[in-house]
């Protein structure tokens, strides 16, 4: 599975793609339109269809890379958009390269950024990258899955080899980043190895031979640098496909968990669920066509049957349940399903926390901020003062209430529960 790349020297691979008309088969064409579904952009298209159609005659599957800086210990939705497609061209027969940017992670992509992004320490991406592959094969098929990380060939490439590739690019070709050029004009700081960000991950599809590369549209730039970086080593430049970054719950920001607008795809089968099913009926098209495995004329039929008068919530309901079952399985997605139900009916979840608490009485808004389920008093006595505090049910209306010792439910607005024995 190894591909070992065992120098920084330049390696011809390949020609270069032909410029000759080109007459696509059945099988490309389909796996053509599979690779654009959803896509933002693809670049070159025309290049790609050769490659395809190349991979079809000869049987030499296409060589496809995702890049993913361990910055986080963890996945949400919004990393399974590229993942997704990631695993179509597995299923079209390809061969995926999950990049661990191990090195890359040491510089911090500044890509979107306005400062400086603090570079992470070796203990902290080995840590971070321990459980990203195990929630990446959530979405992939591990069995045919190549992972790598760019420690490999970046680590040998010394000070000699830093120098020598920064060579082959000028600043003024930096510099037209969005965001280097932003930054620049405002005078806000970059260090000089911000710069060589993209250098680096451009390096790695010379290192790799990719045919072609994923990621976000925020990684543009940095996918071209790929690009160029390949025809300099004499290889046949990678194609690169960029995917939409899928908004969050609130339907606005990009899905993010320094936003809490995120859904976990290791979080617990009913709160991913009830996530899943709090996005608005529009943004939730959008859900669909970025995350869902249901084919285009599936979701055009879920469209019409809203367009007759079915409620929305019924077609959320089937891409909650789609969703639940990709990351547990389909009882997971069965009992979430009665589990939401419950609640929508002032029921009691299966799952809540059980905690015990000592020093009665307590003040209301002390007793929701050590239960957890307000971060503060004043949040506490918000939602008292809102009515979306509620005690075996009966909703407390008193900001002064004192809990004396006793064992009951505690809940604040539709999600939160905790079962709360106080002595």
């Known amino acids: 599975m190894a591909h070992d790349f065992q120098s920084a020297s330049p390696t011809a691979v390949g020609t ?3 410029n000759t008309p080109l007459i696509l088969s059945d099988r490309t064409k389909e796996a053509l339109e599979i690779t654009k579904r959803g896509v933002d952009e693809l670049l070159i298209e025309s290049d790609l269809a050769r490659k395809l159609q190349r ?7 296409l060589r496809i890379k995702l890049g993913l800086d361990p910055t986080a210990p963890d996945l949400h939705l919004g990393h399974t958009v590229v993942l997704n497609k990631m695993r179509q061209m597995q299923d079209l027969g390809h061969n995926v390269i999950f990049l661990i940017g191990d090195f890359t992670s040491m510089i911090g992509d500044p890509s979107g950024r306005n400062v400086t992004r603090p570079p992470l320490t070796r203990e902290q991406i080995e840590e971070n990258a321990k459980t990203y592959f195990t929630q990446a094969s959530l979405v992939l098929d591990p069995a045919r899955t190549e992972i790598r990380y760019n420690s490999e060939w970046s680590d040998k490439l010394g000070a000699r080899g830093m120098i020598e590739l920064s060579a082959k690019y000028t600043v003024a070709r930096i510099l037209e980043r969005e965001d280097f050029t932003k930054r620049f004009k405002a005078g806000t700081p970059i260090s000089v190895h911000e710069l060589l960000y993209p250098l680096m991950q451009g390096y790695d599809s010379v290192a790799l031979e990719s045919d072609l590369e994923l990621g976000g549209t925020d990684q543009k730039f940095n996918l071209l640098v790929g690009r160029e970086f390949q025809k300099d080593y004499d290889q046949e430049p990678q194609c690169i496909l960029t995917m939409p970054l899928l908004e969050g719950l609130d339907g606005v920001e990009k899905m993010s968990k320094s936003k809490g607008n995120y859904i ?22 959008r859900y669909y066509e970025l995350i869902s495995f249901k084919s285009l004329a599936q979701i055009a039929g879920y469209k019409a049957q809203v367009a007759d008068g079915q409620n929305p919530r019924d077609i959320k309901v089937a891409l909650a349940q789609e969703i639940v079952a990709r990351f547990h399985s389909q009882q997971a997605a069965e009992d979430a399903l009665a589990d939401f139900n419950n609640r929508a009916k002032g029921g009691i979840p299966d799952d809540i926390p059980e905690l015990k608490l000592s020093g009665a009485p307590f003040c209301i808004g002390q007793l929701l901020k050590q239960a957890n389920l307000c971060s503060s008093t004043s949040e506490a006595l918000r939602m008292v003062e809102q009515g979306g505090v509620r005690i075996d049910g009966a909703v407390v209306s008193d900001k002064g209430l004192k809990v004396e010792a006793s064992a009951f439910v505690i809940q604040v607005g539709k999600r939160k529960f905790a079962r709360v024995i106080l002595a």
Do not use: H
Not at 55 to 61: C, N, V
Not at 271 to 283: L, R
């Open 264 to 285: 976990g795809i290791t979080e617990p089968a009913n709160t991913m669920f009830a996530k899943v099913m709090s996005i608005s009926d529009v943004m939730m098209w």
């Open 55 to 61: 991979a079809e005659q000869t049987g030499k599957p």
């Open 16 to 18: 270069a793609v032909e």
